[in-house]
């Protein structure tokens, strides 16, 4: 997807021209994929632009960095209040945010600990990942020949830039197939995640998502869902499910920051439908509450 270019990206402490935001060839994150990364997104609201669980997007950014072993050189109430700058002086009311924290330019070889850490944050607007007719309609997927990277190969749990040429393997090989979305199955055969996604499931009114023992990036959005569905009386499972599960749902979504809550209306060329209810009725929520219309959630909304 092509980006949207603004004014002014963050780096190591800074606000510097889009344009100048720049790295050199030998940066070891470049070789390497040692960059750790968060993908957050900002709404319009009445009160003001609002970033939506934006503490909790930049602790697991601190967390990424943990598993990486990497101290990055600023705190979490610094990254926060970099991240609402960021958003303020590009006047964007809403838009996407990515924070990178990344090995620079330095160091060369396989031990990364001596190269230094640069940090940036940059935004742009950024519409429905999926296209605005799947968000309304549903997308159709594929469970993936490539299987979802294993906990004790790379960490599912942290959101590093190298790890994600699996779920760009994946990615393509369902957008040559003529599929919208991949679906990935862990190492022991039970289903994952999307290539950029959490999975969810509805079967004879209950909802179903696969844990955390599945090699899946714990979602912030997945973890809304989950209290939303919750608070509405609606009964959530975490557990294992295989690909027949999902064949064989009512509905099926999947949630992520870039990609809100989609619903997927055809899987393997079994065909589930047009969104449910319950996919409908998690929408309509979750989209009120980021956009600050349910008093309730209000802790969620960090306002710029
Ligand atoms: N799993 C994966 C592998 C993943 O990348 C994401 C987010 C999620 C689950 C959902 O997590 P959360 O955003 O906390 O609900 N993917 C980000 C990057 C997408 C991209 O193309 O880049 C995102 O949605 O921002």
Not at 81 to 87: S, Y
Not at 93 to 108: D, V
Not at 155 to 173: D, F, H, R, V
Not at 212 to 235: F, Q
């Given at each position: 997807?092509?980006?949207?270019?603004?004014?002014?990206?963050?780096?190591?402490?800074?606000?510097?021209?889009?344009?100048?935001?720049?790295?050199?060839?030998?940066?070891?994150?470049?070789?390497?994929?040692?960059?750790?990364?968060?993908?957050?997104?900002?709404?319009?609201?009445?009160?003001?632009?609002?970033?939506?669980?934006?503490?909790?997007?930049?602790?697991?950014?601190?967390?990424?960095?943990?598993?990486?072993?990497?101290?990055?050189?600023?705190?979490?109430?610094?990254?926060?209040?970099?991240?609402?700058?960021?958003?303020?002086?590009?006047?964007?009311?809403?838009?996407?945010?990515?924070?990178?924290?990344?090995?620079?330019?330095?160091?060369?070889?396989?031990?990364?600990?001596?190269?230094?850490?640069?940090?940036?944050?940059?935004?742009?607007?950024?519409?429905?990942?999926?296209?605005?007719?799947?968000?309304?309609?549903?997308?159709?997927a594929?469970i993936s020949?490539?299987q979802r990277?294993?906990?004790?190969?790379?960490?599912?749990?942290?959101?590093?830039?190298?790890?994600?040429?699996?779920?760009?393997?994946?990615?393509?090989?369902?957008?040559?197939?003529?599929?919208?979305?991949a679906i990935m199955l862990d190492?022991r055969g039970f289903v994952s995640e999307g290539?950029?996604?959490n999975l969810f499931i509805?079967?004879?009114?209950?909802?179903y998502t696969p844990s955390?023992?599945a090699s899946i990036?714990?979602?912030?959005?997945?973890?809304?869902?989950?209290?939303?569905?919750?608070?509405?009386?609606?009964?959530?499972?975490e557990r294992d499910l295989v690909r027949s599960d999902l064949f064989?749902a009512?509905?099926i979504?999947c949630?992520?920051?870039?990609?809100?809550?989609?619903?997927i209306?055809?899987i393997?060329?079994?065909?589930?439908?047009?969104?449910?209810?319950?996919?409908?009725?998690?929408?309509?929520?979750?989209?009120?509450?980021?956009?600050?219309?349910?008093?309730?959630?209000?802790?969620?909304?960090?306002?710029?």
């Amino acid at each position: 997807m092509p980006i949207d270019k603004v004014d002014k990206i963050w780096m190591n402490g800074k606000l510097v021209n889009w344009d100048d935001a720049k790295v050199h060839v030998l940066s070891h994150a470049l070789h390497y994929g040692s960059g750790v990364f968060e993908g957050i997104r900002a709404y319009e609201t009445d009160k003001g632009t609002a970033v939506f669980r934006l503490t909790d997007h930049m602790q697991r950014l601190l967390n990424s960095a943990k598993i990486y072993l990497k101290n990055l050189p600023y705190s979490l109430d610094e990254l926060v209040e970099a991240a609402k700058e960021t958003v303020r002086v590009n006047n964007l009311r809403s838009c996407y945010i990515r924070p990178i924290a990344f090995r620079g330019y330095g160091e060369m070889g396989l031990n990364p600990l001596d190269a230094p850490i640069d940090i940036a944050i940059a935004v742009w607007s950024w519409g429905a990942y999926l296209g605005e007719d799947g968000l309304k309609n549903g997308i159709s997927a594929m469970i993936s020949s490539f299987q979802r990277i294993d906990p004790n190969a790379l960490p599912p749990a942290a959101k590093a830039t190298g790890q994600y040429i699996n779920s760009i393997l994946a990615k393509m090989e369902a957008i040559y197939g003529g599929f919208d979305e991949a679906i990935m199955l862990d190492s022991r055969g039970f289903v994952s995640e999307g290539s950029g996604e959490n999975l969810f499931i509805v079967k004879g009114g209950v909802i179903y998502t696969p844990s955390t023992s599945a090699s899946i990036l714990e979602g912030i959005t997945r973890d809304t869902v989950m209290k939303l569905a919750r608070d509405m009386g609606l009964e959530v499972v975490e557990r294992d499910l295989v690909r027949s599960d999902l064949f064989l749902a009512d509905e099926i979504f999947c949630t992520g920051t870039a990609a809100e809550i989609t619903p997927i209306r055809e899987i393997d060329k079994r065909e589930i439908g047009k969104p449910g209810e319950i996919t409908k009725k998690l929408q309509e929520k979750f989209f009120a509450v980021v956009k600050g219309e349910e008093e309730k959630y209000s802790d969620w909304l960090e306002y710029v």
